[in-house]
């Protein structure tokens, strides 16, 4: 169903005060007036709003011309602003409370979200912000990215760009996209499990509902004396003997903190009345007790399997985080990374350094030269452009990847595997011309991943890590699209011309 948008009516803003003598400043604030230009002159505003009203319809199941006028207004004011704020808390790189305080108090921050009025100020609070960020689903930002980009291809006159950007090069290479754990250790699972799962007994307490036990404080005290042995016995006599003794201490410990966890949360899910609770908060603890009753028994198989009978555990069947479970062992033999707990990221970025492609892998990703195909497809569909040169590292490269390419009549930048292959092909200088090109990759995937999506990533769930890289690759391609040079204006008469 095709929505209709009602303009917005013209409110006025007090105009953003004259700051002098600080070139940082000057810098962010004509960034963020070009970036708002673009969001407006590309029409990708007008989209994200409409593709927001059309999904608002439809889950109310209701037509456009039943609605009240002042209910959808009100839905897309709000659909505007979570827009340029989700845009402009990746820009910053800051979380839902600090990003609040800074809105709060940045004429030009409220300028650039559309909040600023001339009688009153209403900004978001932290709770807004996040709903804010969970405004859309992916598909939603992806089509109003790929607006913004075919926008500045084909039509650079109406974004002011002094050129078109150039979409026909694409240069790929993935990543692995940090999670926010800590380093998986086995008996460290187990402690994770006993601070949850008392800290929740705890709160149950405090509502007045007991059960004989001890204090949850004396279990979570235990286990960390059990944690600081743990790490000395590397400086035992017999490190492996010494090892699985505080193991078994540990899972006995263990045992015993998830009775207690099992009859507290039967007698908060019987009893729930007589706490202060309402439903909802309460079935926010008992989802908190349950996730880790679920996993502990597998966690504890884990520690006995690696650390008493000393056997290796598939990485598929490994529990990594209690907290994290779309979570995988990312092998890349990088220098100072072996190995890294997260998702695989695919990134293809054009010649002025646009993100044209991206997908992030929920399970274990497939081998990079299986990645070519599809990336290429979506990028020629998406953005309505026929891809001619394409450049990677050697790892991308397949027998069948170099016959689609050729029959596609797409120029093949990938490195070959084969030296006597690469020899042959080194001798071509648009061969070389590429490969210098897509080594800049790199810098282009380290600034994806450190000034717009964090290292590590500090969203929970893989839905809405995919998320925010959609909004932290729109966000990019913007602030990319702002730096581009803008058209010069038609030439002033000079003035001997006026006077004659």
Known sequence: MTATIIPFPQSLQPPLPTIEG??????????????AELLTQSDAEQKFIRLCLERWLAAHEFAQDKVPAKAQLNFQ??????????????YLKEDFRGFAAR?????LFQHFCGLSQIDKVVVPAKSQLQRYAHWVEKSTLDQVTHQALRQAAHQPKELELAQAVDLEAAFLDTTCLQVNIHYPVDWVLLRDATRTLMKAVQLIRDQGLRQRMEEPALFMKRMNRLCIQMTHTSKKTNPRKHRRKVL??????VGSVSAHAKRYRHLLDEQW???E????????VLRRLDNVLDQLPAAREQAWQRL???????????????YESAVR???????GAEVEFGNTLLLAESRQGLILDWELFEESAPADSRLVKRSVERMEKQLKIKIKEVGADRGFDSAANQERLRKNKTYNGICPRDPHQLKERLGSWKFRQLQRRRSQTEGRISIILHNFLGSPLRDKGFAHRQLAVGWGVFTHDLWVLARLPKRKSKRAVAPERLAA
């Open 103 to 107: 809105l709060a108090d940045s004429p």
């Open 308 to 322: 008493i009978r000393e056997e290796p555990v598939r990485n598929e069947k490994k529990i990594l985080s209690l």
């Open 329 to 335: 062992v990312v092998v890349r033999h990088k220098a």
């Open 248 to 253: 078994r201490k540990m899972d006995k410990l």
């Open 273 to 275: 009345e007589k706490t």
């Open 277 to 284: 609770w309402t439903r909802p908060q309460a079935q926010q």
């Open 77 to 90: 004011l709000q659909s505007r602003r979570a827009l340029r704020c989700n845009i402009l808390r990746t």
């Open 22 to 35: 600080n070139v940082d400043y000057r810098t962010m604030r004509d960034e963020l007036l070009r970036i």
